[in-house]
Structure formats: C-alpha cells, structure tokens
Nanobody
Framework: QVQLVESGGGLVQPGGSLRLSCAAPGSIFSSSAMSWYRQAFGKQRELVASISRGGSTTYADSVKGRFRISRDNAKSTVYLQMNSLKPGDTAVYYC?????????????WGQGTQVTVSS
C-alpha cells in the first residue's frame, strides 16, 4: 500500500499564502508523476497542478500565476506553494501519485488537507 502524507493546510486570510507538502515512499517517488487536486464542498474534485518525473508542470487556469508546484526527489516530497489566496480556493486539497507499470496506470491518494481562505 502506498501511503501519502500531506501537511500544511489551515486557515488563511484572503491574499495570504500557504505551502502544502506531501511525502511519498522514496522507492517510487522519483519515477512517479505527482499532482494536487482539490474538492470544494458540493463540487467535484478538480486538478490544480501536476509535475512530471522530469519536472514539467501544468496548472489549472484558475491558479496560474498564483500557485507553484515543485518536487524534491531527495526528500520524496512534493510541494504546492499557494500565494494570493482567494476565498474560492477554499477546499480539501489532495495529493496524488501516478505510477505507470507496463502501460497500466496506478493512482494513489493522500488523506486530504483542509485549506480555508476567509477573513
């Protein structure tokens, strides 16, 4: 079983910043793509940002220019730096690890961390 451990959520005022972290097993981290998703109350889970094994990144339009995903293969950890936070960013944020073995994709999820943006 692959366990992803998230941390860094909390309550922040609009315009503030938070950094989320997600630690993954070292044996598979460097060979896996990592992503952050979020799910607001009553809404579907949506992709926020992804980073490939080689470090290429993609972002949802709603967070471009404000969020930054990065990875540290030595620490087997992926980060999501969130700046200029808005109330609309309020959601549970989930870390995702995608591992491909012989053309079959396996997805693993963290437990989720709550981010609340409110004054």
């Amino acid at each position: 079983q692959v366990q992803l451990v998230e941390s860094g959520g909390g309550l922040v005022q609009p315009g503030g910043s938070l950094r989320l972290s997600c630690a993954a097993p070292g044996s598979i981290f460097s060979s896996s793509a990592m992503s952050w998703y979020r799910q607001a109350f009553g809404k579907q889970r949506e992709l926020v940002a992804s980073i490939s094994r080689g470090g290429s990144t993609t972002y949802a339009d709603s967070v471009k220019g404000r969020f930054r995903i990065s990875r540290d293969n030595a620490k087997s950890t992926v980060y999501l730096q969130m700046n200029s936070l808005k109330p609309g960013d309020t959601a549970v944020y989930y870390c995702n690890l995608k591992r491909v073995i012989v053309s079959t994709s396996f997805d693993y999820w963290g437990q989720g961390t709550q981010v609340t943006v409110s004054s």
